[in-house]
């Protein structure tokens, strides 16, 4: 009998060995539980608040409501820069970096209001909907984007992630939001939209179905009375032009386009005074730097107040200004109003959002509670305000 | 040329290396059999006759018993087939089991299957695999008959050759998802642009590989249908035809997963009706619902798989003269 099995004996035995060594692992694998995440609470806040000059009306409550709520705003150049100890790399990212609502932080670059901080801030391109992935894990440190499905289902998944700072709400002469063709002699009051087809960016998962859902249910029709296509941003103009939908959200300044053209009408837009989107923390600054998020929330806010606060539009000399720092067209700028620009979130707005998504079966119920979404104490430290 | 003691010692080396294989006498007993050494070159010294050895090979497993050693190999092609994804599955449930990697980003595999599978009991991922394949299957056969008919063209006549080559070469270079904004323009939101592009992707693919294959037909084989008085139809239906169907059902398997491919791309970034495997992996992006992302992923490689088969088979249906050039086991 030879001592030394015969290679085949040896690779058939390799062979048996290996796979019932997948099977034990296998075996193994399957029995145990790997869903152990639970949502985390939202940290506290350690610092002390203290009261920073300039910013006396730097806070507004956040249950007021009220469309004709004049926003938060600091003195020009104020809050004062608290540099942090050491640079502090951050990351930001955005879906777009030419748009009008990244003026604020583009800005903010440019003048040094970050560097003031000792904030080292790149700003780079990338979908939201992968950014939010790159946030959850605490790759990136900002998203600029929304509390929109991806998001409420991170936060489900226990990731920390919150929405920190508001950017803006339409002005009341702006009319960008939902568009309608209308058929011969309707009105925009009489438009049926029940069973109708919208043209989104992001379909049912955009923090858009919450304005949308506003302009629907004025018209007695549910989310769920109509269908939504997703189409890119040039798709959709091109689409509700030649009837591909029978109504779209345009973003400005693309409603220009449709303004005084017979056969559309202009049904609503962003609620007055409720920002819906803006800056998103993950755990880089929720948990391990909050200092750095403040300081952050700082330089927005005194980029605001000081370059952002009322008619911005109304210098001519800044708009060119604007137009170069984002790589914009200065005409299309002044084509439609300024923004409000608004860094502090309203009550309520996540659920209101989040009821759209359950609705829309893009969220599971039960909602989240706001405190799992929204953290208002990084802008509430910058500007000094208390409880 | 060696001495006897060294090709002795190169047969006892030879023997221990390969099984089977021994220095035999032609009656078949072990040994070395003198024989008459070549003569030396001329001016050298004439050695004594240096004797060499007869190398004989004893019949393996495979001489004695095709039909098993057939059988056992494939059954170790397809273990092995088996085992290595399900190693590499193994790995990754085990990496998420001791916390390596994060299961709300990775989930497990067996998380993954049983979504996967409570979505098809459910019926939820039916109408997807369904939207995907009505969008797929129609655009690959316009695009294949598409691009073998100017192919067949391109590669037999010169002057079209001439006339389509630069164009196509430069079409051929353009992301074909570039191609679907203006699809979108051209025939509307619906099924139409999806199929279209999912044709123009599959359509370059076998225009190129048909215009080779015909081009590769051995000039002999024309001339000898020429000396036949083949007609033009004949020249196609006996020669170019069958010569280059086997090299363009190669390229139809290829075209069937790039058909997959753009196709799953396309329905992420704009599906009409908000269907499709490839909106079912989007979508689930957007909604950070990892598992139904995954599953999808997993879907759509079953399902390229299977059609990439089903190519295979309808080729080898097709092209029952093509070699077949699978592997020993013939799996």
Redesign the interface.
């Known amino acids: 009998m030879p001592l030394l099995p015969?290679?085949r004996a040896g690779r058939r035995t390799a062979?048996a060995t290996?796979?019932v060594a997948?099977t034990a692992?296998?075996s193994?694998?399957?029995s145990?539980d790997?869903?152990d995440?639970t949502a985390k609470s939202a940290p506290t806040p350690s610092a002390q608040v203290a009261s920073v000059p300039g910013c006396e009306k730097g806070w507004t409550d956040p249950a007021d409501l009220s469309p004709t709520r004049a926003p938060a705003r600091c003195a020009p150049n104020t809050p004062a820069a608290k540099p942090l100890p050491a640079k502090t790399h951050i990351v930001v990212t955005a879906g777009t970096l030419s748009a009008e609502y990244l003026g604020p932080i583009r800005v903010a670059i440019a003048k040094g209001e970050f560097a003031k901080e000792n904030l080292d801030v790149e700003l780079k391109q990338m979908p939201s909907?992968?950014a939010?992935?790159l946030l959850?894990?605490g790759e990136i440190d900002v998203l600029y984007s929304a509390p929109?499905?991806?998001?409420v289902?991170?936060a489900k998944?226990?990731?920390n992630v919150k929405w920190v700072l508001g950017n803006y709400s339409s002005d009341p002469k702006s009319k960008s939001g939902v568009w309608v063709r209308l058929k011969d002699g309707q009105t925009a009051d009489q438009v049926d939209l029940k069973g109708k087809t919208f043209g989104s960016l992001?379909?049912k998962?955009s923090i858009i179905m919450y304005p949308i859902a506003s302009v629907l249910e004025k018209h007695n029709t549910k989310v769920t009375d109509v269908?939504?296509?997703?189409?890119?941003a040039?798709?959709n103009i091109?689409?509700l032009q030649?009837g591909?939908?029978d109504a779209a959200w345009l973003l400005d300044p693309a409603w220009k386009d449709f303004e005084n053209k017979p056969g559309y009408a202009f049904l609503g837009g962003q609620p007055a005074g409720e920002p819906i989107g803006g800056m998103l923390y993950g755990p880089s600054l929720l948990d391990k730097n909050r200092a750095a998020g403040t300081a952050f929330a700082r330089a927005m806010i005194r980029t605001v107040s000081t370059y952002f606060a009322g008619d911005y539009k109304a210098d001519p000399a800044f708009v060119q200004e604007l137009a170069q720092i984002l790589g914009n067209k200065p005409e299309l700028l002044a084509a439609v109003p300024s923004l409000v620009t608004d860094w502090e979130i309203r009550k309520g707005t996540v659920d209101k959002a989040e009821k759209m998504f359950v609705e829309g079966e893009?969220?599971q119920a039960p909602a989240l509670p706001e405190d799992k979404l929204v953290d208002r104490s990084f802008y509430a430290e910058a500007v000094g305000h208390s409880g | 040329m060696s001495d006897g003691t060294t090709e002795a010692t190169e047969a006892e080396a030879a023997k221990a290396e390969a099984p089977g294989t021994a220095a035999t006498t032609p009656d078949g007993t072990n040994g070395t059999v003198g024989t008459p050494g070549a003569p030396g070159a001329p001016g050298t010294e004439q050695a004594k006759p240096t004797p060499t050895l007869l190398l004989t090979r004893s019949p393996g497993p495979a001489e004695l018993d095709p039909d098993r050693a057939r059988r056992r190999r494939r059954t170790l092609e397809i273990t092995l087939g088996i085992a290595v994804p399900l190693l590499l599955l193994l790995w990754w449930q085990l990496a998420v089991q001791q916390k390596w990697i994060d299961s709300r980003i990775y989930p497990a595999p067996q998380t993954i299957l049983e979504d996967g599978w409570k979505r098809l009991v459910d019926g939820k991922l039916w109408p997807d695999i369904w939207a995907t394949l009505k969008r797929v299957v129609p655009g690959f056969l316009l695009g294949s008959l598409a691009g073998y008919v100017v192919g067949l063209l391109t590669g037999s006549i010169p002057l079209v050759r001439a006339a389509l080559e630069p164009m196509l070469d430069a079409l051929y270079v353009v992301p074909k998802l570039a191609l679907l904004p203006i699809f979108l323009l051209i025939f509307g939101l619906g099924e139409t642009p999806q199929i279209m592009l999912v044709a123009v992707t599959v359509f370059f693919l076998i225009w190129i590989q048909t215009m080779a294959a015909v081009l590769a037909v051995p000039e002999g084989y024309r001339e000898a249908a020429t000396v036949f008085g083949a007609s033009q139809w004949q020249m196609y239906r006996h020669i170019l035809i069958p010569a280059s169907l086997p090299p363009v059902v190669v390229g139809l398997r290829l075209a069937s997963g790039m058909a997959v491919l753009v196709i799953v791309a396309s329905e992420g970034l704009a599906s009409p009706n908000n269907d499709g495997l490839g909106y079912l992996i989007f979508n689930a992006k957007n909604i950070f619902d990892q598992k139904a992302m995954y599953v999808g992923i997993i879907t759509v490689a079953v399902v390229g798989v299977l059609f990439s088969e089903l190519v295979r088979l309808i080729g080898r249906l097709l092209t029952p003269w093509a070699p077949d050039r699978r592997g020993p086991g013939g799996s």
């Open positions: 015969s290679p062979l290996a796979l997948c692992l296998l193994a694998c399957v145990s790997d869903t995440n909907t992968d939010i992935t959850s894990k929109e499905a991806g998001m289902n991170a998944q226990g990731f992001v379909g998962t269908q939504f296509k997703q189409l890119d040039q798709s091109q689409a030649n591909g939908v893009v969220v």
